[in-house]
């Protein structure tokens, strides 16, 4: 099996024409916005108060073939519960590009960039997903992500990586 060149680059005026061509499947479209939506989010995120957006578009080699969306959240002091992480908002790989090992290797590429905490410190990734989108769910289990036994105000169930 060759190895997948992937690497990650932040959304610009030069390719957020593209990612916003990239869709995927009728039967997934239930299951995650749309990176116009994903990309109008991270813009009104940039005034909030203390989250931090990262839109990403993911390559393989010279071919955009994916979009991430990663939210930084700070720990909340009132809430003693509460931690830093970083909220893997969406993930997704354009139908064109499906099932060519892409999507397990930018998964990896992005765990390993956020492993870095390239924004501040974090001690998790989290992330929500439906059990119901197979691929996805099972995907996110094979990285090491673990249900944390509730769910979203979306009925989609919660799930963790620790980070180091």
């Known amino acids: 099996m060759s190895?997948?060149?992937?690497?990650?680059?932040?959304?610009?005026?030069?390719?957020?024409?593209?990612?916003?061509?990239?869709?995927?499947?009728?039967?997934?479209?239930?299951?995650?916005?749309?990176?116009?939506?994903?990309?109008?989010?991270?813009?009104?995120?940039?005034?909030?108060?203390?989250?931090?957006?990262?839109?990403?578009?993911?390559?393989?080699?010279?071919?955009?073939?994916?979009?991430?969306?990663?939210?930084?959240?700070?720990?909340?002091?009132?809430?003693?519960?509460?931690?830093?992480?970083?909220?893997?908002?969406?993930?997704?790989?354009g139908k064109k590009y499906q099932n060519n090992g892409y999507g397990r290797s930018a998964l990896n590429k992005l765990l390993e960039f956020l492993q870095t905490h390239p924004i501040g410190k974090a001690k998790s990734i989290v992330l929500s997903c439906n059990p119901n989108n197979h691929k996805a769910y099972s995907l996110f289990l094979s990285a090491g992500f673990k249900e944390m036994g509730f769910q979203d105000d979306d009925g989609d169930n919660l799930l963790q990586l620790e980070l180091n």
């Open 3 to 93: 190895v997948i060149l992937i690497r990650l680059e932040k959304i610009t005026i030069d390719n957020f024409e593209d990612c916003l061509r990239l869709t995927v499947n009728d039967e997934q479209k239930e299951f995650i916005a749309s990176n116009a939506y994903s990309l109008a989010e991270a813009y009104a995120l940039c005034n909030h108060h203390s989250y931090v957006p990262l839109p990403l578009v993911i390559y393989a080699r010279d071919m955009m073939v994916g979009f991430a969306f990663v939210i930084y959240e700070p720990k909340d002091d009132d809430d003693p519960d509460d931690e830093d992480v970083y909220y893997l908002a969406r993930f997704m790989i």
